[in-house]
């Protein structure tokens, strides 16, 4: 544990999802290996194009929707609609077929192994004190086993712009009824996670458990107020 900045207290924490409480890099992978085949399988069509092709239009669809990159699963459906289009379906076929493949997509995208001191750590804090999620990604903490510890849930999209964007922060503020420097967020990412943070009042801890060096990391625009490497170590703040 790192302590950047004198802690003020701590009434309250939200807490970023993907990447902090699991590790969400091997469920990602597996998502995309195994859409592809599920698309090539039900619509051979789409491996007409490469994987690279697939991506160049999601990045123009971001291009002529600004606000797809803040609600992923609407990005992907839209990736896939559009994408078959091209590929000569009609437009009524080609978003049955989005619709088909998201539902495969949330399915898989579900499959998370959340580790026991994740349980352990959400436990004992949400019995000393109101937990609440602020996510950019379509992971449902329901299924995942996660929702039981929060107050509130915040995803970007329904819930808003992503992180760094001031929307879900303010909510969750809102929602808490608490001044903004009482609240601590906690999560992986140094610009959604921590800028976003300090820069709409929270205090903000870095969950660098890869080891990555503060002044190394070029996303790192803004000082967390503490970085950890063991989720366990947040229990050490609470007494």
Not at 72 to 85: A, T
Not at 94 to 109: C, G, P, S, Y
Not at 121 to 133: F, Q
Request: aromatic share 8%; with cysteine; glycine share 6%.
């Amino acid at each position: 544990m790192q302590i950047y900045r004198s802690l003020s207290p701590i009434h309250a924490m939200s807490f970023d999802l993907d990447d902090t409480l699991y590790d969400n890099r091997p469920v990602i992978r597996h998502v995309e290996e195994q859409v592809a085949l599920w698309l090539f399988e039900h619509h051979p069509v789409t491996a007409s194009k490469p994987l690279a092709w697939w991506k160049t239009l999601k990045v123009q669809l971001a291009k002529d929707d600004p606000w797809l990159p803040h609600d992923v699963s609407l990005w992907r459906f839209e990736q896939i609609r559009h994408g078959l289009m091209q590929l000569g379906y009609g437009e009524p076929e080609a978003r049955i077929a989005a619709t088909d493949a998201m539902q495969e997509v949330h399915r898989l995208r579900n499959l998370v192994d959340v580790p026991d001191a994740t349980h352990r750590v959400l436990r004992e804090l949400a019995a000393k004190m109101p937990l609440v999620a602020i996510t950019n990604g379509n992971v449902d903490p329901e299924k995942i086993g996660l929702a039981q510890y929060f107050q509130l849930i915040l995803r970007a999209g329904p819930d808003g712009h992503a992180k760094p964007y001031p929307d879900m922060f303010l909510r969750a503020q809102q929602f808490l009824g608490l001044p903004a420097k009482s609240i601590l967020h906690v999560g992986d990412h140094p610009i959604k996670d921590v800028m976003g943070a300090k820069k709409h009042g929270f205090q903000a801890c870095w969950y660098n458990d890869r080891g990555r060096s503060l002044r190394a990391t070029a996303k790192a625009k803004i000082l967390p107020d503490i970085e950890i490497n063991q989720i366990e170590q947040l229990s050490l703040l609470i007494r």
